[in-house]
């Protein structure tokens, strides 16, 4: 289902269904390593957010995606709500 | 002499009761795991009836941590992991009682593949479909991987893994040590327990999650084992419908589940004050290396895994008051048993030998296991489990199968047999503490 609108009730809900934890306990300033993400979580995540977003996601992109914003190979960094709701967004409004 | 291993915990998740205690219940009272089938829409089907694991009673994210870890298992490995949660309770193996690199896994897992319903049937037959010319059988091989990569979560991918139940498994309980993934079978959860034992004689471990799981209740496992001829077809009486040993009988019922043992090297347990179940005392193998699905009419190579695992345990025929058979219920199985252990037993009395299939069903990879968990719980509460749906005896299959009812009586040591396709034959022998 192709979400309209603000996407932040949506991904809220996939990254709670991804990370099986209530979605009040999704924040834009939650750390979703802190959740339990783990890198393959993030790929799980990418599938799903491009369903609502209705496009696939280039391998490319989500490569970058994962590269840079989440640090793949080292995912101690604490990862907000927000950095993929900014990635969400970013490939909705891509022509 | 060899230092001893110990079983100093046990989980399982069977058809007949999750949790040991459930599972020793059904065991004593002769209860059958088997009905309709309940997983999937299974009309049409030669094979209709399977042992299943309860879904009301059995909650994997309750043994997951963190919970979401559930999504990334199989169904068996959901089960392994669980089944190991339970053990490890039991043994009362706390954080810090051993290196983490010293707790090993040696678990029997199903074939390799996805044999996951969702990624097999439901992605890759649909992108199959879709990317076939109208005209043409020839499969579009770059449309089929436009369809496949459009309707398949990548996540799915790892749920086929073999190795992958006893990573999650290694994951939950920090076992850093040797971790091995035996895929023979159906004798794989008697050979994984076996191997676990080697790992703590050699040293390579202190403490082994051994064991065995399975589920393989899906379209493509039913109908693979009806189209092999294995199953029975008693579709209107399912509870009656695994009969080993018995002249009716016609082929076994599918089941699904696991069992893990905690093995333990005798001076490890003793130094945390363990309670030992039982010994774990001696394995053999040995392959027919004769035909894929056929067993030696002779039941040589089975004759020899039963010997060899007597004299690894320093045992002889006179010591064994039990055997848990293979007992498959299909025609070959059954005879070929009962040959292979008159054959190891001769000059000796048979012991009672009965099958805990006729109850669980064939949990196949998981099956070893399960049924290993059966002869030391009868060893702990003193009694034989029965072999039920016995009723007309087969004059190529004369031995006391425990028909019917459990019966009272003292373990003093025990054998359980694994046969697998491939000509795999495998025998344990438990004896008490």
Redesign the interface.
Known sequence: MVATGDLTEPVRAIVAE????PPADVQPETSLVG??AES??F??LI??IEEVVGR?VPVSRWETFINTRLPGADLSRAITLAIVLEFADQERSRT | MTERVAITGIGVVTPIGIGIADFTSALRAGRSGARRITAFDCEGFDTRIAAEVDDTSFDAGSYVKPRKMVKHMSRSAAFAVAAAAMARCESRLLAGDVDPYRIGVSLGAGGMGPVDLDLLAGQGVAAIASARGQDSDELDIPAFAREFRARTNPISMLRGLPNLAAAHLAIQQDARGPNNTITTACSAGTQAIGEGLRAIQRGDADVVFAGGTDAMINPVGVLGFSMLGTLSRRNDDPEHASRPFDAGRDGFVIGEGAAILVLEREAVAKARGATALAELAGYGCTCDAYRITDERPDAEAAVRAITLCLKDAGASAEDIDYINAHGTGTQMNDVTETTAVRTAFNGSGLPPMSSTKSMIGHLLAAAGAVELAATVTGMLHDFLPPTINFEVPDPACMLDCVPNDARSAQIGAALSNSFGFGGQNACLMIRRW
């Open positions: 991804v990370l099986m934890v959740l339990g393959i979580d790929l799980d599938f799903r696939k």
